[in-house]
């Protein structure tokens, strides 16, 4: 027949390596466009939050909205528009001269999360051949993942105390005693209490939100009572933090630092007052972050943060002249007049003379 073009096997192999060649190639351009623009759009967002720190750190502060941040929304579609979402792994298929590889590299899902089951079959009148008409058998099952996440299921546990009396007379009454609890008689579980303070001081969640949040699942809990408990939480957990307390005085080695703090409505002081947030922590074994609030930084607030830390440790500071000296060895810090520990990681690199032993 005219036209037609007859090749060998060989030929048909080379024919399919390189078309699979040039699809490797094309799926590997569009792999490295979108690696450039997940780059740059997290490289916007970078420069977006450092201007957010320089404006929070050296500006005045104020509710009004920068002009100069318009992406304060827009995070997902900056980094969605560059990358493609997570999709179930697909095993290897096989074909006639070559192997098609499985694509992609996403990370396996935890293997110590619990999984449901859930089993898909074909209908009974599927199950059959299209060839012969023979019953189909099972000879296997492809396997794929998804993470699932039940949201927020709120419930009320109803504590039953179970009171008994003597039948002949009306001296013996008892009734079995109410559990400990961290707020006596207190509207919130420990459970409760536990997801609040996780939300707020681990994942900065305000406790509004949190208030907002429980009343979308159906506990109408205000946000001053949430507010009061965290502060009687605060309280009871107060012999804990004095034995972090005691751990951190008790170090060889201990860092400090403190920056300027804003307390809005503070009692007595008016809202541009600076009040200071002082660090402390440990070098070695069980870590210890202990942040203190004071309304200032004087010499006797600062000998309070370290009344009876151990004789003969190495307190390392900044250039702040009010610390105890004579109680430790100071390892001060001096980099062109920074007060702050942690900008001096990257500057002490390139300085001639970064610290001083006094």
């Not at 299209?130 to 189909?136: I, Y």
């Not at 159906?218 to 933090?241: E, H």
């Not at 930084?297 to 830390?309: E, P, T, V």
Request: include cysteine; hydrophobic fraction near 40%; proline fraction near 5%.
């Amino acid at each position: 027949m005219p036209g037609q073009v007859t090749i060998t096997a060989d030929e048909l192999k080379e024919l399919l390596a390189e078309r699979d060649a040039a699809r490797a190639l094309r799926e590997e351009q569009e792999a490295l466009r979108g690696a450039l623009r997940l780059v740059t759009a997290e490289r916007d967002l970078a420069e977006e939050r450092l201007r957010a720190y320089r404006r929070e750190l050296f500006s005045a502060k104020s509710e009004a909205r920068d002009s100069d941040q318009p992406g304060l929304f827009n995070e997902a579609e900056a980094l969605g528009a560059s990358s493609a979402p997570a999709q179930e792994d697909t095993p290897e298929t096989t074909v006639a001269a070559y192997t098609r590889k499985r694509r992609g590299h996403r990370k396996p899902l935890d293997p110590n999360l619990p999984r449901e089951f859930v089993r898909h079959e074909l209908s009974e009148a599927e199950r059959f051949c299209a060839n012969d008409g023979h019953a189909l058998v099972e000879i296997g099952v492809e396997i794929s993942e998804q993470l699932d996440v039940i949201p927020e299921q709120l419930r009320v546990i109803q504590h039953q105390r179970v009171r008994y009396a003597c039948p002949c007379c009306d001296l013996g009454i008892k009734v079995t005693p109410a559990p400990p609890r961290i707020i006596p008689r207190g509207l919130l579980s420990e459970s409760a209490l536990g997801w609040i303070a996780t939300g707020k001081y681990q994942f900065g969640m305000p406790l509004y939100r949190q208030a907002g949040l429980l009343r979308r699942f159906g506990g109408d809990i205000s946000s001053n009572t949430i507010a009061a408990s965290m502060v009687r939480v605060g309280l009871a957990t107060q012999p804990v933090i004095n034995l972090m307390r005691d751990a951190l005085l008790d170090a060889d080695l201990v860092y400090c630092d403190e920056t300027t703090f804003q307390v809005l409505k503070e009692k007595g002081r008016k809202l541009q007052t600076k009040s200071y947030l002082w660090s402390q922590m440990t070098d070695s074994g069980h870590p210890v972050r202990c942040f203190t609030y004071t309304p200032g930084r004087g010499a006797q607030l600062a000998d309070k943060l370290f009344m009876g830390i151990r004789k003969g440790a190495v307190l390392m500071t900044d250039v702040y002249e009010r610390l105890p000296f004579a109680q430790v060895s100071v390892f001060r810090i001096r980099q062109n007049g920074c007060r702050c520990i942690s900008g001096l990681v990257a500057a002490g690199r390139t300085a001639a003379a970064p610290y001083e032993i006094r």
